[in-house]
C-alpha cells in the first residue's frame, strides 16, 4: 500500500482553525458560522480597549446635555398671586394652579406635590401639565385632587425642576418652604382650607 492510500485510509486530518479534538462523540452539529475570536489574550485587549471609549462616549453624552439641558432652573411662582389667609375649596369646586418660571427654561421640567400641615408632610400626586415654555398646570374637581385628604387648612407645596431630581424626603419639602432648595428645583405653594358641600 502506497502512500497515497495510506492518506485516504487513515484519519483525516482537521482544518488549521477547528479546535482540538477533546475526545468527545461527533454529534453532528451544523457550522453556525461564528467568527473565531482568537485567542483569549487578543479578546482581552479589544476589552481594554473599548472600555476607555465607551468612557469617552458617556462622558460627551453628558456634556452635550449640560449644553443644552444645565441642571439649573429658575424659581417658580403661583399666578394670579394667591391670598396670604388661602382660598377656600369646596368638595364639589375646582381647583387650579398655574406655577409660571421667572425666567425661561431650558430642558425639560416635572413637578412633584406635596401637602402640609405644621411641619407634617404628605406626598400628593396631582396630574399635571407643562407647556412649552416651562409653566406649570394642575387643575381638576376638587373631589378627585383631594380624594382621602381630610378637611381643614392645608398648605399645598408642589417641586418644580428636573425630572429625576425632585424631592421625595419630608424634610428636603420643609427647608424648601424655608428659603432652602437646590438649583435643580424650586418650591411653589399656596394655602387652601378644604371645606365640605354646603348643606
Known amino acids: 500500500m502506497d502512500s497515497t492510500e495510506q492518506n485516504q485510509d487513515g484519519p483525516a486530518k482537521a482544518p488549521p482553525n477547528a479546535p482540538p479534538n477533546l475526545g468527545l462523540p461527533n454529534l453532528g452539529l ?29 462622558v460627551v453624552l ?8 444645565p441642571p439649573a432652573v429658575p424659581a417658580y411662582s403661583v399666578r394670579p398671586a ?20 421667572d425666567s425661561p427654561v431650558v430642558g425639560a421640567v416635572a413637578a412633584r406635590g406635596f401637602l402640609l400641615q405644621g411641619e407634617s408632610v404628605h406626598p400628593w400626586d396631582p396630574p399635571f401639565s407643562v407647556d412649552a415654555d416651562g409653566e406649570v398646570h394642575i387643575a381638576g374637581p376638587v373631589g ?17 425642576g428636573r425630572p429625576e431630581m425632585l424631592p421625595t424626603a419630608p424634610n ?25 358641600d354646603a348643606p
Open 82 to 101: 394667591p391670598p396670604a389667609a388661602g382660598i377656600a375649596l369646596r368638595r364639589g369646586g375646582a381647583f387650579v394652579i398655574d406655577l409660571h418660571p
Open 144 to 160: 378627585a385632587l383631594f380624594a382621602g385628604v381630610p378637611d381643614g387648612a392645608w398648605e399645598i407645596a408642589v417641586a418644580v
Open 62 to 69: 453628558m456634556l452635550l446635555r449640560l449644553h443644552f439641558e
Open 30 to 58: 451544523p457550522n453556525l458560522g461564528l467568527p473565531n475570536l482568537g485567542p483569549p489574550a487578543k479578546r482581552n485587549r479589544a476589552a481594554l480597549l473599548l472600555a476607555p471609549a465607551a468612557g469617552t462616549v458617556a
Open 172 to 196: 428636603d419639602v420643609l427647608r424648601a418652604r424655608g428659603g432652602t432648595s437646590p438649583d435643580t428645583w424650586h418650591l411653589a405653594w399656596e394655602r387652601v382650607e378644604l371645606r365640605p
